[in-house]
């Protein structure tokens, strides 16, 4: 073969591979919507950084370490929903309202995603389950973990 034809051929080819679009534009723009009801965030229950965190803020629990378990906190932690209560006098609500061995015992669950947090119990994130008792909500903060509500449904 004649290297000249070769090399035109060759630099066609070339060419016209490269011109074409690998996908379809139409079809990477259409993703699906995500709803308030679905997690937004993968199950996050196995990952190291999640159960460390997990375990840390269990042992501070069940230890009454209120500068340990402050410290895991979001600023506007929520601890009631009515009246709304969030932020400083957590320690306080649970110390007068007996809370501590309900908080050991949701935290004692397992964590499913719901939203934005990775809540206990499961039967929380489950829509059909229609739950209102106690429950935890834990998220990422700026990277790290942060426990940012335990409240009663009722």
Same mark, same amino acid.
């Given at each position: 073969m004649n290297p000249r034809l070769f090399c035109s051929l060759l630099l066609l080819a070339c060419f016209a591979f490269t011109a074409c679009p690998t996908t379809n534009p139409k079809k990477d723009a259409k993703k699906p919507a995500t709803t308030a009801? /679905? #997690? %937004?965030?993968?199950? $996050?229950? !196995?990952a190291v950084d999640f159960q460390a965190f997990l375990g840390r803020l269990r042992l501070a629990v069940q230890a009454h370490d209120v500068n340990a378990v402050a410290a895991m906190m979001t600023v506007d932690f929520g601890y009631r929903l009515t009246p709304v209560g969030s932020g400083p006098g957590v320690f306080q609500y649970w110390d007068e309202? +007996?809370?501590? #061995?309900?908080l050991t015992a949701v935290l004692a669950e397992k964590f499913v995603p719901k939203g934005d947090y990775m809540v206990a119990p499961p039967?929380?994130?489950? #829509? %059909?389950? $229609?739950?209102? !008792?106690? @429950?935890? /909500?834990? @998220?990422?903060? +700026? !990277?790290?973990?942060?426990?940012?509500?335990?409240? +009663? !449904? $009722?």
């Open positions: 009801e /679905g #997690p %937004t965030m993968p199950d $996050q229950s !196995g309202n +007996n809370i501590w #061995p309900e039967q929380f994130a489950d #829509p %059909t389950a $229609q739950y209102d !008792g106690y @429950r935890a /909500g834990i @998220r990422r903060v +700026n !990277g790290s973990w942060k426990f940012a509500y335990f409240v +009663n !449904g $009722q």
